[in-house]
T-cell receptor, first 114, second 116 residues
């Protein structure tokens, strides 16, 4: 079974703090994704990566950056957290190739920015 | 502009009856569609998918129908069970982007409630 793990289930940070959300997958997937889920807005793509050190902006990249130094790990960074970044953050991974490959999601990190 | 729309935020269905969840899309380039199911405090899990070369795909109690001319797809669950209570997300993508991969474009979700 594919396993996608996220470093924290719940996180509380203060405005202006630098926040790191970590995601690790154990299936040697090339593609990794970060989404955020907000009530009434569904899931929105922040960034994705199709290879080590490669990254592509998604639909809402503003205020975020990412890092992929190793194939299995994809980090989402909030350089200076703001209250509007309070959300559920979901990481996903999929095999290389067509985007029809199923994405497997982690359990999510509920981030609250005070 | 929302490219994938789920216009019903919630749906209540009696156990044993059919649940029909609807999804519309505006981007005619989308050619692959997926449904994900999400329980509270868990990540979404893949449920079923359909390519635009088909108009129906079935997997057990779950069937997805695609009407390309109407840019509409629906998920049918028969019979509905209490464990089906969850939020269902419709998602769409472009299958040609091989090599790399684009993220999925999700709808806002429909909260399905199965009543005993």
């Amino acid at each position: 079974d594919v396993k996608v793990t996220q470093s924290s289930r719940y996180l509380v940070k203060r405005t202006g703090e630098k926040v790191f959300l970590e995601c690790v997958q154990d299936m040697d997937h090339e593609n990794m994704f970060w989404y955020r889920q907000d009530p009434g807005l569904g899931l929105r793509l922040i960034y994705f990566s199709y290879d080590v050190k490669m990254k592509e902006k998604g639909d809402i990249p503003e205020g975020y950056s990412v890092s992929r130094e190793k194939k299995e790990r994809f980090s989402l960074i909030l350089e200076s957290a703001s209250t509007n970044q309070t959300s559920m953050y979901l990481c996903a991974s999929s095999q290389v190739g067509l985007s029809t490959d199923t994405q497997y999601f982690g359990p999510g990190t509920r981030l609250t920015v005070l | 502009d929302q490219q994938v729309k789920q216009n019903s935020p919630s749906l209540s269905v009696q156990e044993g009856r059919i649940s029909i969840l609807n999804c519309d899309y505006t981007n005619s380039m989308f050619d692959y569609f997926l449904w994900y199911k999400k329980y509270p405090a868990e990540g979404p899990t893949f449920l079923i998918s359909i390519s635009s070369i088909k108009d129906k795909n079935e997997d057990g109690r779950f069937t997805v129908f695609l009407n390309k001319s109407a840019k509409h797809l629906s998920l049918h669950i028969v019979p509905s069970q209490p464990g089906d209570s969850a939020v269902y997300f419709c998602a769409a993508t472009l299958s040609y982007s091989g090599g790399g991969a684009d993220g999925l474009t999700f709808g806002k979700g429909t909260h399905l409630i199965i009543q005993p």
